[in-house]
């Protein structure tokens, strides 16, 4: 059974840096063509893509934020990592992490239950 | 990168079928066959309907069905039930990356 959480603050102030934790289970970065990625949503707004990193630590971004994104893998933890710098209030969103594999390419299969982080000073 | 284009709204009476549409250029929908669709009820996380244009994943009816033509690729829901009403998106690779549309509200009236 795959599952996976969102960890991390649920309150930044402006300028400060965002470290979010997808923490998962059922499934492994070691095996080839399996990915995780993130996704945010504004409230009451649409869907917006941000990273995804693969098994072999490809690594993919928005073009709009790359600048400010970063995204690690801990296989032995079982972890990956998204760094966003320079947070503003229109970061303001649920940020939810996602798997995907070559089952389902670029389509995220198993969502995790989301992390609404709130930018504001 | 410019989100895909979806109308902000679509509806249908029980049983009906309704299509939405995911409007895109070449460098994403009309270039490459990896379309996904969501939906998402509120408050809650979304849901892979539709992959790679047109595969179902197990487990979801096969009243939803997508499809490609050029640069638009669309999603129609067949005999629609109530709890089919939900907001859908549709997401594109585009070369490097993966965009999203602006989502579609669909009402069961």
């Known amino acids: 059974q795959i599952t996976l959480k969102e960890s991390g603050p649920t309150l930044v102030k402006p300028t400060q840096t965002l470290t979010l934790t997808c923490t998962f289970s059922?499934?492994?970065?070691?095996?080839?063509?399996?990915?995780v990625g993130w996704t945010r949503q504004p409230p009451g707004k649409a869907l917006e893509w941000l990273a995804l990193?693969?098994?072999?630590?490809?690594?993919h971004y928005s073009p709009s934020l790359k600048s400010r994104l970063t995204i690690t893998k801990d296989t032995s933890k079982n972890q990956v990592v998204l760094t966003m710098t320079n947070m503003d209030p229109v970061d303001t969103a649920t940020y939810y992490c996602?798997?995907?594999?070559?089952?389902?390419?670029?389509?995220?299969?198993?969502w995790g239950q989301g992390t609404l982080v709130t930018v504001s000073s | 990168q410019s989100a895909l284009t979806q109308p902000p709204s679509a509806s249908g009476s029980p049983g009906q079928s309704v299509t939405i549409s995911c409007t895109g250029t070449s460098s994403d929908v009309g270039g490459y066959n990896y379309v996904s669709w969501y939906q998402q009820h509120p408050g809650k996380a979304p849901k892979l309907m539709i992959s790679e244009v047109s595969k179902r994943p197990s487990g979801v009816p096969d009243r939803f069905s997508g499809s490609k033509s050029g640069n638009t690729a669309s999603l129609t829901v067949s005999g629609l039930q109530a709890e089919d009403e939900a907001d859908y998106y549709c997401s594109s690779y585009a070369g490097s990356f993966w965009v999203f549309g602006g989502g579609t509200k669909l009402t069961v009236l």
């Open positions: 990193i693969y098994s072999n630590d490809d690594k």
């Open positions: 059922g499934f492994s970065l070691r095996t080839s063509g399996v990915g």
């Open positions: 996602a798997h995907t594999d070559n089952d389902y390419p670029g389509g995220f299969d198993y």
